[in-house]
Antibody
Framework: QVQLQESGPGLVKPSQTLSLTCTVS??????????WNWIRHLPGKGLEWLGY???????NYNSSLRNRILISVDTSKKQFSLKLNSVTAADTAVYYC??????????WGQGILVTVSS | DIQMTQSPSSLSASVGDRVTITCRAS??????LNWYQQTPGKAPKLLIY???RLRNGVPSRFSGSGSGTDFSLTISSLQPEDFAVFYC?????????FGGGTKIEIK
């Protein structure tokens, strides 16, 4: 079973850029059918899909994040990354990386809490 | 964007009870509807995809139905490990919106 592990700072200052990396093990990040997603769980609220990337570099983002988000992939390192700029306290959440076919998510990382605070 | 409305937001039930959760989409999403279960401190787990397809390894007491705008998740006989939060998610078109969640608590 594919395993995913998020890494990155747990504390980010307001207006700065949140940067997270997901490392994939026990599987290929270049498989033909897998989409690599970022999803977050806002405190006291529900789940929010942020975006996905395919190994080719094709990506799609939640329009609510406007132009603040970038997801990239490094197939040689078996990693994909999330950058979210101009963060505010509203971006405080548990961030998950996840894998699946286009229309659903099968495997999730354990999640990483990112707090936006000065 | 498609809006997903789950109901109820919470319910209390006993082990052995039959429980049904509903999810309504703001527009037709065909059968592009998934169900996830999340326990505290853990990542969500996929239970059902494409409205009614049970993921391999998920107990058969879970079932999903519906198409268009109205969907449901049924647990035929609630087990102790089923007390959790359940989310629906549309996968018709980005941003693949999740419902607000249904928390099942022990009565």
């Amino acid at each position: 079973q594919v395993q995913l592990q998020e890494s990155g700072p747990g504390l980010v200052k307001p207006s700065q850029t949140l940067s997270l990396t997901c490392t994939v093990s026990n599987g290929s990040i270049s498989s033909g059918y897998d989409y690599w997603n970022w999803i977050r769980h806002l405190p006291g609220k529900g789940l929010e899909w942020l975006g996905y990337i395919f190994h080719s570099g094709e990506s799609n983002y939640n329009s609510s994040l406007r132009n603040r988000i970038l997801i990239s992939v490094d197939t040689s390192k078996k990693q994909f990354s999330l950058k979210l700029n101009s963060v505010t306290a509203a971006d405080t959440a548990v961030y998950y990386c996840a894998r699946g076919p286009l229309r659903f998510v099968e495997d999730w990382g354990q999640g990483i809490l990112v707090t936006v605070s000065s | 964007d498609i809006q997903m409305t789950q109901s109820p937001s919470s319910l209390s039930a006993s082990v052995g009870d039959r429980v049904t959760i509903t999810c309504r989409a703001s527009q037709s999403i065909s059968s592009y509807l998934n169900w996830y279960q999340q326990t505290p401190g853990k990542a969500p787990k996929l239970l059902i995809y494409s409205a009614s397809r049970l993921r391999n390894g998920v107990p058969s007491r879970f079932s999903g139905s519906g198409s268009g705008t109205d969907f449901s998740l049924t647990i035929s006989s609630l087990q102790p490990e089923d007390f959790a939060v359940f989310y629906c998610q549309e996968s018709h078109s980005p941003p693949f919106t999740f419902g607000g969640g249904t928390k099942i608590e022990i009565k």
